[in-house]
């Protein structure tokens, strides 16, 4: 039996189908000890070990004293990295965000690459003008940009190599990354967005990275360009954004993730004829991939190894 | 010089865009003697080599009695192979539409996994039902199952692996292929079709595909099953189809290929909601892109080396 205390405390809108996952784990030195999905339902005194949704552990953590790790199940992790309390392990979840954003990110582009909403409208045209054959455009020998080249960015490469595009990132000094074709710094946003057909936003929600994307930018990119948000909605001026796409130089911009979520009802992102909005579901963590990090993790921790994933309180990812 | 006779008749709707591209060739041992979009406009007696789409070619190719070779610009030379001449040498242009093919299968695809339509009709949903977070599927772990394991269907291999699809083929006799999962034989098809999430069709029109896709294959599929075909019109029985996508079974099929094209306007598929119709625009073949294979073709035509992707008028394809 490891002297470490492996209590759990699950605190998620996931709470059951993670209890099950767990459960299944046949781990004997673990015990669920709480398992719920609202914060006041959890006696903090109680948390040693919390498996959570980061909106709802920054209700909780500061209260709880015992807590030694915290798994989260997002990748949204600032409000927690911002709290005082610092004395525990905070892990998140990299790696299996990947394979959702990179289906993500092509169904998209190829939508707008091959037409498809022409082709639909053309269905329920006048009889005899349906059958006008346009021809659809191709990402092969275009170039996709991603804003923020780490390990989800990376998940993106494979099939934009399979689809014959070519790949350039930018990362806040340009350094070099495997797989790129070309690396450009924060400092040259300008000159890397001149090269873009397509560009992929997954910058880290930091102060360096806010209004990141803006006039400057957006007015660089070519004409017929296709933005793509799935890092942050602090990245983006949206003013700045729906000037760009009103003055015609942007195709359409398909957004995850915006400064306030939900979305407010209000807000003309949801009206505009070229924003797809994608209600931050571009790639949402399957409990049973939650599971498979969590029990990665407290393996090690059962046997006091590093925990993977650790985020960093002073880097602030 | 070569001793062979390089007078070129070029016959296609892109005539004149094709005779740019193969002028900036700048090969001497060629003449361009006619170019004409309309079959009407070609003297017969002038022919030796032609490129041309097949549908054209097929009207005037049997009074061509010096041809001794046409370059076809599409992949739908069944007309021409069913011809009594036989006495030149028919190519293809096998290799350029797997590049255009991988990008409509995998945009459609995609469409229905991460469910496109779902997100785009909520922005217009009443301002307090409008962030649903529906859920996305993903192809991740998925089956794709191709019938006809041709050169235009390996083209599809690597995007499907990258995004991490089983794929699984099927020609008449199952006989291996690299890179699928598992083949299988046409007497099979029931067996193949309760195995896939997605059908791409890209059999050839011979009598044995004639229907192949019927009530039985279409029956085994399962549920939520999507239908491509981007072969052959003649492969798919249509009121089978039409009956599978009434009964609820599957999820979507995208037509590109028509026993009539134009489709009629006046078919269901034009007005059926699960029916997409992408009206023949699956694998255009680029001026350019044909250019290219002819002039490779052109080079070992004047060393009298055998052609690249030659027809065989006995196997008719």
Redesign the interface.
Known sequence: MPDRNAELTILSRDADLLKNEITALNCNALRIVQCATRADDIDTDKVHILLADPDLAVKVVEQCHQLRWCQSTWAGNKPLLQLAKQDYTLTGVRGIFG??M???V???L??F??D?DT??A???AP??H???????G???GTTLGILGAGSIASSLL??AH???MRVIGLNSKGEAQPGYDAMFASADKQTFAAKCHAIVNLLPDTSATVNFIDERFLSALPEGAVFINAGRGSAVDDSALLNALDNGMLRAAVLDVFRQ???P??HPF??HPKV??????AA?SAPEDVARVFAENLDRYLNAEPLHYQLDFERGY
């Open positions: 394979e959702k990179r289906e993500y092509f169904a998209y190829l939508h690459s091959r498809i082709f639909r053309l269905e329920s009889q005899q349906r059958w006008m054959q346009p021809a659809p191709t990402l092969q494979p099939v399979a689809f014959g979520e939900p979305l009802a209000s949801w009206s797809w909005v994608s209600q931050h579901t949402i």
